[in-house]
């Protein structure tokens, strides 16, 4: 029930009807009894500016923002936490007696995805399909937490090797490579963590297929997919009939929401219950 003392955040974007996180977030906060509200804002990209000082004017405690203002955000804000400084793109914004603070939650959001199922980066190789603002996000949380080695396989290789460049700590660390070479095949084959990090398979391309077979991974891999809408991709339900462990897109999504969460209320999200909400939209 909204009073004279409800809290505003919410999510700023440009198209924002298809967002999943008010029903999210909304759920969380009515479980938990916290008056906050969350609301769809859609703003255009060239108002983004116009649109933080409204955030501030409006006594708003923070916000999300996804595309297209994840990068065209930092200007308009006061600061950046290490993460997003890191990443360079921000995907919540915490307001506090005025100051406003940009965040990057996505990389947290993909390690405690894995962690929920169990799965430690530490030590292990990994391959990435694709070479945009999630890969990059995935790409600083694997080696921050420890990965060995990172194959980034993208289709234009002059990306994979930006996000190689402004994170491999060495050379071995990670490494670019064209989608289709046989290097990168190579990887695939030998990798204990595969992550989908492109859109093929996202709704209303629902049966978009990944340009190999989900059984040329070792059986003991863990194959990752960020898309999460469908919840099941054509990808990980065929890999998961063929024995493979399988961690959907929507976990990544709960959690990056949770920590915004947290940031906002510093409350622990109820996770669970953000999953089911996504699980029932889905
Ligand atoms: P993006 O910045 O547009 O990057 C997409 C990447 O995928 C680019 O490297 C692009 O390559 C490649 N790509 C696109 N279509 C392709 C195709 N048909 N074949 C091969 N490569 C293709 O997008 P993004 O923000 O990284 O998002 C990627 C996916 O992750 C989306 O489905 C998004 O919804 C999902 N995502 C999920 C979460 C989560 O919480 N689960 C968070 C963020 C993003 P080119 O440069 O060649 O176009």
């Known amino acids: ?48 500016e116009a649109a933080v000082r409204g955030a501030l004017a409006l006594n708003f405690d923070g916000f999300n923002v996804t595309i297209p203002h994840k990068v065209n955000v930092i200007p308009c804000l006061d600061r950046l936490d290490e993460s997003a400084q890191a990443m ?25 995805a894995l962690h929920a199922h169990g799965v430690d980066v530490a030590g292990t190789r990994v391959a990435l399909l694709g070479a945009g603002g999630a890969a990059r996000a995935v790409l600083f949380g694997l080696l921050r937490n420890g990965a060995k080695t990172v194959a980034v396989g993208a289709r234009h290789v002059a990306e994979a090797q ?18 289709q070479d046989t290097a990168f095949n190579a990887a695939l084959q030998e990798c204990d963590i595969f992550v989908n990090c492109t859109p093929i398979g996202m709704s209303p391309h629902d049966d978009g297929m990944l340009p190999f077979d989900p059984t040329i991974f070792p059986r003991h891999a863990v194959l990752c997919d960020l898309v999460y809408n469908p919840r099941l991709t054509t990808f990980l339900s065929i890999a998961g009939r063929q024995g493979y462990r399988t961690v959907p897109g929507a976990d990544m999504l709960v959690y990056q929401g949770a920590r915004a969460f947290e940031l906002w209320t510093g409350q622990p999200a109820p996770i669970e219950l953000m999953q089911k909400t996504l699980t029932t939209i889905l």
């Open 1 to 48: 029930m909204m009073d004279g003392k409800t809290r505003l955040v919410g999510v700023m974007g440009w198209p924002i009807g298809h967002s999943l996180s008010p029903a999210m977030q909304n759920a969380a906060f009515r479980a938990l009894k916290l008056n906050f509200i969350y609301l769809p804002l859609a703003v255009r990209p060239q108002d983004i």
């Open 162 to 179: 930006k996000l190689v460049q402004a994170f491999a700590r060495d050379n071995q660390s990670a490494q670019a490579f064209f989608w």
């Open 88 to 112: 360079g793109a921000v995907n919540t914004v915490v307001i506090r007696q005025g100051e406003t603070v940009g965040y990057n939650t996505d990389s947290e959001g993909f390690i405690q």
